[in-house]
């Protein structure tokens, strides 16, 4: 479970980074503010114009990056169902194995019993 965890995070965090690369989500910088009460009304004019452009900015990037998730859990479920036929096919392959050990065991063992047998009645 824990290299399946594993497996899953190195995924997503290559998943994420080729999102990026895709599309490059870049977070606005915040706007400077003046002071309010030393602040001339042509300074506030601007403040507010920055601050609303900052506003469209960030709605912006976060669209951005809300796209780069949900590509990025796509991809990982796409990634986790491959894993998953893989552990699956990994597993049947284990099973297969023991239940073949077992019956080459007992016909070993029903030979040698035949052989017993045969010593026995003789």
């Known amino acids: ?7 899953l995070a190195f995924v ?5 980074l080729g999102a990026a690369q895709a599309q490059e989500c870049t977070r606005p ?3 400077a ?3 309010g009460a030393s602040a001339e009304r042509q300074e506030m ?4 114009q920055s601050v609303q452009k900052y506003v469209k900015s960030m ?15 796509k991809k990982a479920k796409a990634e986790e169902k491959k894993l998953s036929a893989e552990r699956k096919a990994a597993f049947t392959k284990r099973y297969n194995a023991g239940v073949q050990a077992v019956k080459m065991i007992a016909q070993e063992f ?4 035949k052989a017993y047998q045969k010593s026995q009645s003789d």
Do not use: G, H, R, W
């Open 110 to 113: 029903n030979k040698q019993l």
């Open 29 to 31: 910088a915040k706007p």
């Open 1 to 7: 479970m824990k290299i399946k965890t594993q497996a």
């Open 33 to 35: 503010v003046p002071d």
């Open 12 to 16: 997503l965090a290559f998943t994420v």
């Open 59 to 73: 709605e912006s990037y976060l669209a951005c990056i809300e796209k780069q998730e949900k590509a990025a859990m």
């Open 45 to 48: 004019v601007e403040a507010q």
